[in-house]
Nanobody, 124 residues
Framework: VQLQASGGGLVQAGGSLRLSCAAP????????MGWFRQAPEKEREFVAA????????YYADSVKGRFTISRDNAKNTVYLRMNSLKPEDTAVYYC??????????????????WGQGTQVTVSS
């Protein structure tokens, strides 16, 4: 099963992007959906996650107030709206799906399915 991430690109600092993650042919309405990112020579890190019914969202401190995660279960799609982008946000962004326990929501190991990643580059 493959998730398809899109929407990355090159943007100036202070700009915005919206990432999308689709799951064609499979419903992830009962899964927690997350976004992670990995910069060169750094470990993959948690960015945001959203519960099955969108009732709960979770954010890394570094993106809180700037990024917004949302989902449309009818379209099998999760979004990550990124505002006020900074050069340190530059990374490959991955979407993920799974059923992590609450304590694992922010860890990559809590997710079973991953997208191929989409590059986000923020210039200063």
């Amino acid at each position: 099963v493959q998730l398809q991430a899109s929407g990355g690109g090159l943007v100036q600092a202070g700009g915005s992007l919206r990432l999308s993650c689709a799951a064609p042919g499979r419903s992830f309405s009962t899964s927690v959906m997350g976004w992670f990112r990995q910069a060169p020579e750094k470990e993959r890190e948690f960015v945001a996650a959203i519960s099955r019914g969108s009732g709960s969202t979770y954010y890394a401190d570094s993106v809180k107030g700037r990024f917004t995660i949302s989902r449309d279960n009818a379209k099998n799609t999760v979004y990550l709206r990124m505002n006020s982008l900074k050069p340190e946000d530059t990374a490959v962004y991955y979407c993920a799906a799974g059923r992590p326990i609450l304590s694992s929501t922010r860890t990559a190991g809590g997710y079973d399915y991953w997208g191929q990643g989409t590059q986000v580059t923020v210039s200063s």
